[in-house]
């Protein structure tokens, strides 16, 4: 049967909306929707609508779109995620499938994911490029070889998935279930959202292969490279704070010790290794500044999500305006100390030439490491009077 219109819809017969996401695609969209179309048509009686959901265009998609029997959402707000929050959130059908309008995925597999989706009872089934064949420049050799593999190992490991393709953007998903997950990406980054969401709310995922097309010659493709993988790859990250945390005060608090160590032991030997020397120390200073900005990181990150964090993390980001002023005062009285005790030790020996390297590492660690945390704490302070919704 063809896909029944919207009408049918209002008495919750509508059994699945595909959203194309548009942004000037007057040149390929036509195609496109016939394509899906002529899938979604091989099953008796399944309803389903076509919605369009125009970024913006300026060209003929719109009224294209319209004149292939689809309806069109329009989006004010710009971005991919934008886009297709706009069209899933205007849907009808009880699943919502989308790909993009540039004729680069395998549409003809639109009604063989949505047969997954329901077989498998799934809330998202998802189309993989990487499980089947993909024409010779169709995808750059960058985002085949290291930015899908290495982003989608991320979310694997750091979300327990199964997954072999994190970055397709042909997926079917169970409208209800997209609604618990409360996505809020507006760019690129939404099909990573979207799978970690999904992934954390125990939702069950299932993929079909499909593969990928050479698009159309001369088109612009909207996806940049560098910055659209590092917003992927930012969201990864700021979705399992815990990883910065633990790596950061481990660093931090190992490094400390070792320190402390090193000016107890002095210079050793060990299997034939001269350790805790200068280089030593300031590997280890080092160390320990990184393992701050780390964990600091992670403190920003807990703001921003409800996340459980250890308590010494939720005491720190909640501590009292009035002790964050003393331990302010502390660090910077301590350090204007250290600086006139350097220089008075300078004058003593004529402005020459002063020995006090174990002095200075040993004390330079400690007051650098407690500064940065301080200075941290401060901005985190600063950052949470200034936004509202946030997660202390």
């Known amino acids: 049967m063809a896909g029944m219109t919207t009408q049918h819809a209002a008495f919750g017969l509508m059994d699945l909306t595909f959203v194309f996401p548009c942004l000037n695609e007057e040149e390929t969209l036509a195609q496109c929707i016939r394509d899906v179309r002529a899938?979604?048509?091989?099953?008796?009686?399944?309803?389903?609508?076509?919605?369009?959901?125009?970024?913006?265009?300026?060209?003929?998609?719109?009224?294209?779109?319209?004149?292939?029997?689809?309806?069109?959402v329009p989006v004010s707000q710009r971005g991919y995620g934008a886009a297709l929050q706009g069209g899933i959130e205007a849907a009808e059908g009880t699943y919502v499938m989308?790909?993009?309008?540039?004729?680069?995925?395998?549409?003809?597999?639109?009604?063989?994911?949505?047969e997954k989706a329901i077989e498998a009872d799934a809330d998202m089934a998802i189309a993989s490029r990487m499980t089947d064949a993909i024409e010779p420049g169709a995808m750059p050799g960058l985002h085949r070889h290291l930015g899908t593999p290495v982003l989608t190992w991320?979310?694997?490991?750091?979300?327990?998935g199964r997954l072999s393709d994190c970055n397709s953007g042909f997926r079917c998903l169970r409208k209800t279930a997209y609604q618990r997950w409360a996505i809020r990406s507006n760019g690129m980054e939404f099909a990573s959202e979207l799978l970690i969401k999904a992934l954390k709310g125990k939702a069950k995922i299932v993929e079909i292969p499909s593969g990928l097309r050479r698009g159309p010659e001369g088109r612009e493709a909207h996806l940049r490279t560098w910055r659209d993988g590092m917003r992927h790859l930012l969201f990864i990250l700021s979705e399992r704070p815990q990883l910065f945390e633990f790596i950061g005060l481990?660093?931090?608090?190992?490094?400390?010790?070792?320190q402390l160590l090193a000016f107890v032991t002095g210079p050793i030997a060990v299997v034939g290794l001269n350790i805790f020397d200068v280089h030593s120390?300031?590997?280890?200073?080092?160390?320990?500044?990184?393992?701050?900005?780390?964990?600091?990181?992670?403190?920003?990150?807990?703001?921003?999500?409800?996340?459980?964090?250890?308590?010494?993390?939720?005491?720190?980001?909640?501590?009292?305006?009035?002790?964050?002023?003393?331990?302010?005062?502390?660090?910077?009285?301590v350090g204007m100390l250290g600086v006139?005790?350097?220089?008075?030790?300078?004058?003593?020996?004529?402005?020459?030439?002063?020995?006090?390297?174990?002095?200075?590492?040993?004390?330079?660690?400690?007051?650098?490491?407690?500064?940065?945390?301080?200075?941290?704490?401060?901005?985190?302070?600063?950052?949470?009077?200034?936004?509202?919704?946030?997660?202390?």
């Not at 409800?306 to 009035?322: N, P, Q, S, V, Y």
């Open 39 to 72: 899938s979604l048509d091989r099953a008796e009686g399944l309803a389903y609508e076509i919605v369009v959901a125009d970024n913006g265009s300026e060209d003929r998609s719109a009224e294209i779109a319209m004149a292939e029997g689809a309806r069109v």
């Open 98 to 114: 989308f790909a993009d309008a540039d004729q680069t995925y395998r549409y003809e597999d639109a009604l063989a994911l949505y």
């Open 154 to 160: 991320l979310i694997n490991r750091l979300f327990h």
């Open 250 to 258: 481990f660093l931090a608090l190992v490094a400390s010790l070792m």
């Open 281 to 333: 120390k300031v590997l280890l200073l080092i160390t320990a500044l990184v393992g701050a900005q780390l964990y600091l990181f992670s403190c920003v990150l807990y703001l921003r999500g409800k996340h459980r964090c250890l308590g010494i993390t939720r005491m720190l980001i909640t501590l009292d305006e009035g002790v964050l002023f003393f331990a302010t005062l502390l660090a910077f009285g």
């Open 340 to 392: 006139a005790a350097l220089f008075v030790a300078w004058m003593r020996a004529g402005f020459g030439g002063i020995h006090l390297m174990d002095i200075l590492t040993f004390g330079g660690h400690f007051l650098s490491v407690f500064s940065v945390l301080v200075t941290g704490l401060l901005c985190i302070h600063v950052y949470k009077k200034s936004e509202k919704g946030l997660h202390p």
